[in-house]
């Protein structure tokens, strides 16, 4: 709650402002009374006008505070969104790994925003309802009271039953919303889902079936909204049945009153006021309850994310890697994903400017064995050393600054294609940026585009091919001047172009770089001085490309008889 405790001006506002203008409501309805006791009854029509223009005057002045306490609430709520919104994404950005394999982008989606804005309503429309309608019912007492102690009675005899009965309602609908909620995550994520892989589901002529889906889910949607509408139809006339009870009560009493003497017009009038100044708000207090109990758990939920248990593996302190000369050393390592034994004990000497191929068939385990490097993952046993020094002790911002990482798949993020590249360092100049792409020749692609370097790719962009993909990541790589460089099967798609790219990129630009190369392809194997063979998370050979193919191993079995040129 340190979000709230930050506007503590504000808040003391609220409440100092909710009260005023509680308590200058309820006294028009004392002045009331009077002007009917003294004016019309007592026969000072003269102070009529009086009595109308003090009414008026307070109820302004109690609209104006009202105000406040409006805006405030608002104020307030915009506030801690932002500042929730804001510390929620730059969690989510640190978290490890392991943590975003964990969860759901849905669900994290979900939770930057319905739960966000589930606080937000709170506190910009129920904390001042809150605080309007509890002094609207203490001063209410107060001023009955004042008025006569036997509507005092009346009161404490109804509003506490309409009280427990808003609460019971809303309780009873609650568990319905959470339904509806979930049901409307569903519901997105399917949406999102088929609006992003409209080819695939185009292509397979899956149309129906996905529609077929998607009308199962609006239609629960739709039964459980009905539901909760059903319930509602109930409550609403309920309600109005007890508040009329409760006026209809007072006014008997007040009119027997009167006629027995000891009840004037005037404070019969003043209760009646009263009554209607507190019932409609009453009536909202069940889902006032509800909307702070969805708060609640909105921010509970919230701190789940920002506070998860996330052996965040990063060092923030730790040795400086920025004069390392680039030897790597795998120590016996052991990695499990999931229960999943994926890496059996690999050990492997990279010399300083080692270009060494890794290869094996599909799943086993060349890309998890890259990322133990930059540290994406820690292995469960033994060690990584950079230099001879373990990677953990080694800052993990500097660590990655010195590693280039071509990733198998490629993200491009809407942008222009410029800032695409661009990424890979902080701050280029431009012409560094302009060479980067020329290296990773996409220099022609991207001068044949209409508005060149400005080009918007991405989301809402143009799209490119995957080679191209593949080169904006090789240009991001240049331009991070790595020590060490990772390429995760750079040419997967074949193209001869982005292939010449990454021969070029290595002559020019890489020279003096680790290169730990995994792919598929022998003709990029002829760039390696060396390649290491994985099979079910072990190395199972290790030497030259020439000696790997005349033995009659895993080498042979994969690049051998059929030269397979696909991945
Ligand atoms: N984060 C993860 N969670 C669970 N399992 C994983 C994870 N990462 C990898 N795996 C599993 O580990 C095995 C090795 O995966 P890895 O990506 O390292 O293979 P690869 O050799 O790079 O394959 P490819 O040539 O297809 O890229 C696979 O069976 C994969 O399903
Ligand atoms: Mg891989």
């Known amino acids: 709650m340190n ?9 003391v506002g609220i409440i100092v402002g909710a009260y005023i203008s509680t308590k200058l409501r309820l006294y028009v309805a004392v002045l009331l009374g009077d002007a009917v006791n003294t004016a019309v009854g007592g026969g000072k029509e003269s102070l009529l006008l009086n009595f109308a223009l003090m009414i008026i005057g307070v109820t302004a002045v109690s609209a104006v505070f009202q105000f406040v306490v409006s805006y405030g609430g608002q104020w307030i709520a915009q506030r801690v969104a932002y500042d929730l919104r804001r510390d929620l994404f730059s969690s989510v950005e640190s978290k490890s790994f392991r943590f975003h394999e964990s969860v759901s982008s849905g669900d994290l989606t979900s939770r930057s ?3 966000v804005e589930a606080v937000r309503r709170v506190l910009g429309i129920g904390l001042p309802q809150l605080l309007t309608t509890s002094f609207l019912l203490v001063l209410a007492v107060y001023t009955l009271y004042t008025i006569n102690m036997k509507f005092v009675l009346i009161f404490l005899a109804t509003v506490p039953v309409l009280l427990t009965l808003t609460v019971i309602l809303a309780v009873k609908q609650e568990p319905l919303w959470d339904k509806i909620r979930l049901k409307y995550g569903a519901m997105t994520s399917w ?4 609006i992003l892989g409209y080819r695939v589901v185009r292509a397979y002529n899956a149309e129906e079936r996905q529609t077929q889906v998607f009308r199962s889910l609006t239609q629960d949607y739709l039964e459980n909204y009905v539901e909760v509408s059903r319930i509602r139809s109930i409550i609403s006339p309920l309600l109005s049945l007890v508040v009329s009870l409760a006026t209809a009560s007072l006014l008997v009493y007040g009119g027997f009153g009167y006629t027995a003497g000891g009840i004037t017009i005037g404070s019969l009038e003043s209760a009646i006021y009263v009554y209607t100044l507190i019932l409609s708000p009453i009536r909202f207090y069940g889902q006032l309850v509800v909307l702070f109990e969805n708060a609640m758990a909105g921010m509970r939920r919230l701190i789940e994310v920002m506070y998860a248990q996330d052996e965040s593996n990063e060092n923030t302190q730790g040795i400086d890697a ?16 999931r229960g999943k034994q994926i890496l059996r004990g690999v050990s492997l000497r990279v010399a300083p400017e080692e270009v060494v191929g890794i290869v094996g068939e599909s799943g086993s385990g060349k890309s998890s064995l890259v990322q133990l490097v930059p540290r994406f993952y820690d292995p469960d046993r033994g060690r990584v ?3 001879g020094v373990d990677v953990k002790s080694y800052n993990t911002k500097s660590l990655r600054r010195r590693i280039g990482y071509v990733s198998q798949d490629i993200v491009l993020f809407s942008g222009t294609i410029y800032d ?38 991405g989301e809402r962009g143009i799209t490119l091919s995957g080679g191209q993909r593949q080169r904006v990541a ?23 172009e982005t292939e010449m790219a990454i021969k070029d990129a290595l002559r020019l630009r890489f020279k003096g770089c680790t290169v730990l190369l995994v792919t598929h392809r022998l003709s990029m194997l002829n760039l390696t001085s060396r390649v290491v063979v994985l099979k079910e998370g072990k190395i199972v050979e290790d030497g030259d490309v020439r000696t790997l193919m005349q033995s009659n191993g895993e080498f042979s079995r994969l690049f051998g008889a059929k030269q397979r040129v696909a991945g």
């Open 3 to 11: 979000y709230l405790a930050r506007y503590w001006y504000v808040l």
């Open 113 to 115: 925003t319905m739960d």
């Open 191 to 194: 949406l999102q889902q088929n």
């Open 322 to 337: 920025d004069n390392i000369k680039g030897e790597v050393v795998f120590e016996d390592v052991w990695l499990s994903q």
């Open 385 to 387: 050393l950079i230099d």
């Open 420 to 457: 695409n590249i661009a990424l890979g360092a902080f701050d280029p100049k431009p012409e560094e940026v302009r060479e980067a792409a020329r290296i990773a020749r996409l220099d022609e692609f991207i001068e044949s585009l209409p508005e060149g370097y400005s080009t918007m790719v």
């Open 474 to 496: 090789i240009a991001r790589a240049i331009l991070s001047k790595p020590k060490i460089l990772i390429l995760d099967d750079p040419t997967s798609n074949l193209d001869a």
